[in-house]
């Protein structure tokens, strides 16, 4: 009688033993997936937030196309009234309704007193 054991039972007895590892190129190939996946999110969200930046300018600009038109509408004395000259409108309109500022630049790290000094 032979007391050997064939692979077949082998796996039965001991399923931990014989499962394969993944090979080191399976390894480095789930690895690329993995950072090709995140790169992709990443660009996605960029795209997506200059978009929605785009669409915040484009809705402050036009606010500011319809605060100019109101005061235009309004008379001198009206526009005195509210301390806007004539020729003031645009600057007016452009006071009350600034553009959103999308990724300001950060603040040097040792500006405590609100002077900026190189590091």
Known sequence: MNSRITPAEAALL????????PSEAQQIEAIIAEARRARDAALAERIAAFFRGLCDILATLRRRR????ELRALSDRQLKDIGVAPGEIEAAAAKATPLPVAGSAPEAANDTDGTRRAA
């Open 14 to 21: 001991m399923p931990l033993a014989t499962a394969r590892r």
């Open 66 to 69: 319809e605060t100019i038109e």
